[in-house]
Protein backbone atom coordinates (compact mmCIF):
# COMPACT_ATOMS: atom_id res chain seq x y z
CA UNK A 1 0.00 0.00 0.00
CA UNK A 2 0.92 3.62 -1.10
CA UNK A 3 1.97 6.18 2.33
CA UNK A 4 1.22 9.18 1.76
CA UNK A 5 3.79 12.15 2.21
CA UNK A 6 2.72 15.23 4.31
CA UNK A 7 4.14 18.79 4.36
CA UNK A 8 2.97 20.77 6.80
CA UNK A 9 3.74 24.70 6.73
CA UNK A 10 3.20 26.70 9.72
CA UNK A 11 3.96 25.32 13.23
CA UNK A 12 2.97 27.20 15.93
CA UNK A 13 -0.49 25.83 17.08
CA UNK A 14 -2.89 24.50 13.95
CA UNK A 15 -0.12 22.71 12.48
CA UNK A 16 1.57 21.35 14.93
CA UNK A 17 -1.84 19.69 15.62
CA UNK A 18 -2.32 18.92 12.18
CA UNK A 19 1.66 17.38 11.71
CA UNK A 20 0.58 14.95 14.94
CA UNK A 21 -2.79 14.12 13.57
CA UNK A 22 -1.44 13.04 10.12
CA UNK A 23 1.74 11.23 11.84
CA UNK A 24 -0.70 9.26 13.74
CA UNK A 25 -2.79 7.65 10.62
CA UNK A 26 -1.76 4.18 9.11
CA UNK A 27 -0.41 4.93 5.41
CA UNK A 28 0.70 8.82 6.19
CA UNK A 29 3.82 9.82 6.60
CA UNK A 30 4.80 13.70 7.41
CA UNK A 31 8.11 13.79 5.34
CA UNK A 32 8.89 17.43 6.30
CA UNK A 33 8.01 20.43 8.86
CA UNK A 34 8.21 23.87 8.09
CA UNK A 35 7.71 27.31 9.87
CA UNK A 36 10.12 30.07 9.83
CA UNK A 37 10.40 29.97 13.48
CA UNK A 38 13.23 26.96 13.73
CA UNK A 39 12.05 26.00 17.76
CA UNK A 40 8.82 25.35 16.56
CA UNK A 41 10.05 23.13 13.36
CA UNK A 42 12.40 21.10 16.25
CA UNK A 43 10.01 20.96 18.89
CA UNK A 44 7.64 19.59 15.95
CA UNK A 45 9.82 16.92 15.07
CA UNK A 46 10.64 15.98 18.44
CA UNK A 47 6.85 15.42 18.96
CA UNK A 48 6.92 13.21 15.86
CA UNK A 49 9.83 11.13 16.12
CA UNK A 50 8.09 8.58 18.21
CA UNK A 51 4.91 8.43 15.90
CA UNK A 52 5.83 7.44 12.57
CA UNK A 53 9.51 5.62 11.59
CA UNK A 54 11.61 8.25 9.78
CA UNK A 55 11.94 11.77 11.17
CA UNK A 56 10.59 14.35 8.72
CA UNK A 57 12.71 16.87 7.26
CA UNK A 58 12.28 20.28 8.70
CA UNK A 59 12.78 23.39 6.59
CA UNK A 60 12.03 27.23 7.06
CA UNK A 61 11.60 27.88 2.97
CA UNK A 62 7.87 25.58 2.44
CA UNK A 63 8.94 25.98 -1.47
CA UNK A 64 11.69 22.88 -0.56
CA UNK A 65 8.41 20.94 -0.19
CA UNK A 66 7.09 21.77 -3.37
CA UNK A 67 10.34 20.87 -5.09
CA UNK A 68 10.25 17.37 -3.73
CA UNK A 69 8.45 14.71 -6.02
CA UNK A 70 7.87 12.52 -3.18
CA UNK A 71 5.04 14.75 -1.56
CA UNK A 72 1.52 14.18 -1.98
CA UNK A 73 -0.17 16.69 0.14
CA UNK A 74 0.99 20.02 1.70
CA UNK A 75 -0.56 21.17 4.92
CA UNK A 76 -1.32 24.50 5.18
CA UNK A 77 -1.34 25.99 9.00
CA UNK A 78 0.36 29.75 8.54
CA UNK A 79 -1.03 32.92 8.56
CA UNK A 80 -3.74 33.50 7.59
CA UNK A 81 -2.32 35.89 4.57
CA UNK A 82 -0.01 32.69 3.13
CA UNK A 83 -2.92 30.23 2.64
CA UNK A 84 -3.93 31.52 -0.52
CA UNK A 85 -0.81 31.58 -2.12
CA UNK A 86 0.61 28.44 -0.71
CA UNK A 87 -2.73 26.68 -1.89
CA UNK A 88 -1.91 28.35 -5.70
CA UNK A 89 1.80 27.07 -5.71
CA UNK A 90 1.30 23.75 -4.02
CA UNK A 91 -1.49 23.15 -7.09
CA UNK A 92 0.73 24.37 -9.54
CA UNK A 93 3.81 21.50 -8.00
CA UNK A 94 1.32 18.87 -8.50
CA UNK A 95 0.07 18.54 -5.03
CA UNK A 96 -3.01 18.13 -2.74
CA UNK A 97 -3.36 20.57 -0.37
CA UNK A 98 -5.32 20.46 3.16
CA UNK A 99 -5.44 24.54 4.23
CA UNK A 100 -6.69 25.78 7.15
CA UNK A 101 -9.42 28.75 7.43
CA UNK A 102 -9.87 30.83 6.05
CA UNK A 103 -8.82 29.63 2.77
CA UNK A 104 -7.99 32.82 1.23
CA UNK A 105 -7.43 36.36 2.78
CA UNK A 106 -9.36 38.23 0.02
CA UNK A 107 -12.45 37.03 -1.93
CA UNK A 108 -9.85 37.24 -5.55
CA UNK A 109 -7.31 35.40 -3.91
CA UNK A 110 -10.06 32.44 -3.35
CA UNK A 111 -11.06 32.58 -6.66
CA UNK A 112 -7.31 32.45 -7.69
CA UNK A 113 -7.09 28.92 -5.74
CA UNK A 114 -10.22 27.44 -6.77
CA UNK A 115 -8.70 28.24 -10.56
CA UNK A 116 -5.18 27.09 -9.59
CA UNK A 117 -6.90 23.39 -8.13
CA UNK A 118 -9.05 23.40 -10.88
CA UNK A 119 -6.11 23.72 -13.42
CA UNK A 120 -4.10 21.42 -11.44
CA UNK A 121 -6.54 18.69 -10.99
CA UNK A 122 -5.34 18.92 -7.52
CA UNK A 123 -8.23 18.06 -4.32
CA UNK A 124 -8.24 21.06 -2.11
CA UNK A 125 -10.14 21.45 1.10
CA UNK A 126 -10.64 23.62 4.33
CA UNK A 127 -10.98 22.37 7.43
CA UNK A 128 -13.41 24.36 9.58
CA UNK A 129 -13.21 21.97 13.10
CA UNK A 130 -12.74 23.61 16.14
CA UNK A 131 -11.28 23.27 19.19
CA UNK A 132 -12.47 21.87 22.24
CA UNK A 133 -12.41 24.10 25.24
CA UNK A 134 -13.20 22.04 28.48
CA UNK A 135 -17.03 20.77 28.65
CA UNK A 136 -17.55 22.39 24.67
Not at 8 to 32: C, H, I, Q, T, W
Not at 35 to 54: S, Y
Not at 88 to 94: N, T
Amino acid sequence: AETLQVGVMGLNGRGRDLAKGFASRPGVEVSYVCDVDTRAVAGTIALLKDLQPREPQGVGDFRRMLDDASVDILAVAAPNHWHAPATILACAAGKHVYVEKPCSHTAEEGELAVAAARKAQRVVTTGTQRRSWGGA
